[in-house]
């Protein structure tokens, strides 16, 4: 079984432009999260949707936007990048209805870097 | 609001030796504990995790957690070290009031075993 895809895996923007991730859940898995991982430091939680649905929403500017599509693959974008967007991306699915204590499935990511 | 610490960047212990990546938590409720394991250009991998119950949970890859509420403390184990555990380990807690799945993260443990 495929595991939880993440596309492009590398990306290079400038200042000012946006930006828009992908995710792909592992094939039944309902609930997607994204994170962002900036380097020397571990992830941050950016969002998590579960059934279309947003559910959460860490501490992130409203530059940063995402949605969950009804085949559950999810978006990131981020508006008016900054230098300090930099980072790698994580997007993570789970089985249910993601109420905590459920074991992540992260992809591998996308390595954004702003210039 | 929820929290975790790792008070070590760097653990080296010699392969075949016992390891241990220490971790303590912070939360208002009854804490969901998690580690999380990355290899370098790759997403995490679940280890193990603590919901309820005994004190010592026993995860992938010969891997163990005891869970000591009293210091509020989520130690990794491993009886005997193997070259191929180096990699980076976090620690995670997610609160387990509320209904969705905000995880937070630790910086991450980065553990070298020696040959």
């Known amino acids: 079984d495929a595991g939880v895809t993440q596309s492009p895996t590398h990306l290079i923007k400038t200042r000012g432009q946006h930006v828009t991730l992908r995710c792909s859940p592992i094939?039944?898995?309902?609930?997607v999260s994204w994170y962002q991982q900036v380097l020397g430091q571990g992830p941050q939680f950016i969002f998590q949707?579960?059934?279309?649905?947003?559910?959460g929403r860490g501490n992130f500017p409203d530059r940063f936007s995402a949605r969950q599509f009804p085949n559950y693959s999810s978006e990131l974008n981020v508006n008016a990048l900054l230098l300090g967007d930099s980072a790698l991306y994580l997007c993570a699915s789970s089985l249910g209805r993601g109420q905590g204590f459920e074991k992540l499935f992260f992809g591998s990511g996308t390595q954004l870097s702003v210039l | 609001a929820q929290s975790v610490a790792q008070p070590e960047d760097q653990v080296n212990v010699a392969e075949g030796n016992p390891l241990t990546v220490k971790c303590t938590y912070s939360?208002?409720?009854?804490?969901?504990l998690f580690w999380y394991v990355q290899y370098p250009n790759r997403g995490l991998q679940f280890l193990l995790k603590y919901i309820t119950g005994d004190n010592l949970v026993k995860g992938s890859y010969g891997f163990e957690a005891e869970f000591n509420k009293s210091q509020t403390s989520f130690h990794l184990k491993k009886p005997s070290a193997l070259v191929s555990d180096s990699a980076l380990y976090f620690c995670a807690v997610r609160d387990g009031a509320g209904g969705y799945q905000k995880v937070t993260f630790g910086t991450g443990t980065k553990l070298q075993v020696i040959p």
């Open positions: 094939s039944g898995h309902k609930s």
């Open positions: 949707y579960y059934e279309k649905e947003e559910r």
């Open positions: 939360v208002s409720g009854n804490p969901y």
